[in-house]
C-alpha cells in the first residue's frame, strides 16, 4: 500500500511506516491541481497543517482510506468530504500538550521577569535593574481555564512551583491539582489567567470587552489556545488601559498576524503560534500520526 507525505513529518515517522512494508512518497509542498491528479495512486495521505486535503482532493482519491494528521487541528481537511467517503481522519492531540504548556509557562515567567523587555535595553547598550525589577510566580494566583490536555500539564506545573491554581471548566467535575471554580470566581482572583480552550461556537470571544473588566487589575493573560476565543479589540483595550498587566499571545483570529496594533503596545509579549513547535512535540507527533496510519492500513484497529 502507498502513503504520500505532503508536509515534513519527522523522520522516525516515515521509517515506522517503511519498517511496516508500507510505500511511502514524500512530496512536500506539492501544488493543489498536481495532488489531485496523483492521489488515485494512493491509499493514505499523512499532512501537517500546510497541505489542503479538499473535496476534490478527497473526491479524487478513489483508493484513499486514511488522512493523517500530524498535530492537533483539522481545519486544513474536508471532514465532511471524508466522512461521506467513509474515509478515516486520524490526528495527534496529546503530542504537543506539555510544548504548549512550557510555552504558556515561558509566557508568565517572561512576563514576570520583563524578560524581553530586559533584552531589548540590553541590546540598546542600557543597565536598567530598577525599571526591570519583576514578581515572583512562587505564591500567586493562576486561573486557567479549560482543564483539557494541555490545561492539565500546565496545572500540574503550576502547582509545583508554588502557585495557587484555580479551574474553570465546567465540562470537569473534580482536579489533581487545583481548586474548580466558575469563572466569575475566578476572574476576580487571578493574579495570571490563561486560556486553554477548543475554539467552537460556545468559546468563539468567550474572552471579550465584559470578561477583561472582571479581571484584577494589573492581571497577566496568557493565550496559547486559538486567536478566535479572544476578542482582540478587546484585548488592546484592556491593555492599552493597563486593565491587563501584561499580555503574553501566541495566536491570532487572522495568521500570520500582519500589522496588528497589539505589538504597538509595550506590555504586550508575544510569538507566531509557536505553541506546538518544538523538536519533540514535531517528533511525538510524527511518530504518533505514522502508528495510526500503519494500524489503520494494515487494520490493527
Ligand atoms: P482539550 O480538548 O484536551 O481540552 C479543552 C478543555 O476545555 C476541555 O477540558 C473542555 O471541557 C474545556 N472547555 C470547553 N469549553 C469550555 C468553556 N466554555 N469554559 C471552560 N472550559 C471549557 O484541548 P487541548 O488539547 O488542551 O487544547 C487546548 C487549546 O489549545 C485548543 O484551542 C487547541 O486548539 C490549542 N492548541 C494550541 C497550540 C498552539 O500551537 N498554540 C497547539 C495545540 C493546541
Known sequence: MKIIVTDPIARQGIEILKASGLEV??????????????????????????????????????????????????????????????????????????????????????AARHIADATASMRQGKWEKKKLKGTELFGKTLGIIGLGRIGTELAKRADAMGMNVLIVDPYIKKCAVGEIRTLEQMLPKADYISIHVPLGDETYHMVNKAIFNKMKDGVIFVNASRGGIVDEDALYEACKSGKIGVAAIDVYEKEPLKDSPLYTLPNVIGTPHLGAQ???????????????????LLEKN
Open 278 to 296: 518544538t523538536k519533540e512535540g514535531q517528533i511525538r507527533a510524527g511518530i504518533g500520526v505514522a502508528e495510526k496510519v500503519r494500524d489503520a
Open 25 to 110: 512518497e514524500e512530496k512536500p509542498g506539492i501544488p493543489p491541481d498536481e495532488l489531485v491528479k496523483i492521489i488515485p495512486d494512493y491509499d493514505a495521505i499523512i499532512v501537517r497543517s500546510a497541505t489542503k486535503v479538499t473535496k476534490p482532493v478527497i473526491g479524487a482519491g478513489n483508493k484513499l482510506k486514511v488522512i493523517g494528521r500530524a498535530g492537533v487541528g483539522l481545519d486544513n481537511i474536508d471532514l465532511k468530504a471524508a466522512k461521506d467517503k467513509g474515509i478515516k481522519v486520524l490526528n495527534t492531540p496529546a503530542a504537543t500538550s506539555i510544548s504548549v504548556a512550557e510555552l504558556a509557562l515561558g509566557f508568565m515567567f517572561a
